[in-house]
């Protein structure tokens, strides 16, 4: 395990410590991947010419097989130490991505993320760091308690942390796998103020907090897949952690929410919900579109057959005092 990565969390052991190494050390060559929405993850890789990787991109970002002649002998052996090289047709796959932010490298699942407790890092991802650091450098009271709620793979926490020195940041989550990559992606960063712990929402939180953040799940998925779907409507859970907020932040504290909304007949339900959950609290908020047309393909199924169009939003939250 590198330096770095040894600041971080000392308890990285088996697996998990070599999951770290093989992040060090791909960010250590110059890797680099951007990862995108599924569907054009699914559209690329149908290209003939991508049907096999030919490079680290290809292995740890497009999620493509492989042969051994295309990875150093060292990242093989770091693939099966941390046991995410398995068989493929007449090569090799890995079960793990790894995805750029920040100037970070951070491991989520391969694609596609069909399985119940898949770990998921893409556009709104950085879309939701972007707003939280945002949010964090224009704040001008301290922090000394943050909390990332569904943390997935620790990418928003980082982000905080690393502008937050001293302060308590905590990254929760309920999925066992988001936990074990955020615990990684923490020591890979260096980020040794962070916290991973399980809660389920605030639960396992105690105390009040002068920072939230949240990315959660906004999707009316039919497969209930736990990094998407977030209920009925879709925004059931943005909803439960926007009530939570009301309830746990300290006097000046702050939530940074990034979410999704479908808009029926120009009604935006999402809004509508949190209106009347924060009607009657001491929350100034504000709420805007970041993103009016995402996932225009969810359009097409049962799920999202009375929408008009999905938008992604942030709502923020600042309590007086």
Known sequence: MTDRARTADAALTGADAALCDLGAALRAAGYRFTTVTPAT????????????????????????????????????????????????????????????????????????????????????TYRMADAAIAHVVARRRPVRRAVDIGCGTGAGAVAVAKRLPG???????INPT???????????????GLRVRHSDLLDGVPGDLDLIISNPPFMIDPAG????????????????????ATRRLAPGGSLVLFAG???VDGRDLFREAAAATLAGTDLDWAYREVD?????????GPAYAHAERIAVVVLTAVRAG
């Open 41 to 124: 993850h699914e559209r690329v890789n149908r290209r003939p010419a991508n049907a096999w990787a030919t490079d680290p991109r290809g292995v740890f970002g497009w999620s493509r097989p492989f042969t051994e002649d295309v990875l150093p002998p060292s990242t093989v052996a770091a693939m099966d130490a941390a046991g995410v090289r398995v068989p493929h047709g007449a090569g090799w796959r890995s079960l793990v991505r790894f995805s750029s932010y920040d100037d970070e490298q951070f491991v989520h699942s391969a694609f596609p993320t069909d399985a119940a407790d898949a770990v998921f890092l893409g556009p709104d």
């Open 167 to 173: 302060a308590e940041v905590m990254a929760v989550d």
């Open 178 to 192: 988001a936990l074990r990559y955020a615990r990684v992606n923490a020591a890979l960063a260096g980020a040794d």
């Open 225 to 244: 897949r736990a990094y998407r779907h977030g209920g009925p409507q879709g925004h059931e859970l943005p909803i439960a952690i926007l009530d939570a």
């Open 261 to 263: 909304t479908g808009v």
């Open 292 to 300: 009016p047309d995402v996932y225009s393909e969810e359009l097409d």
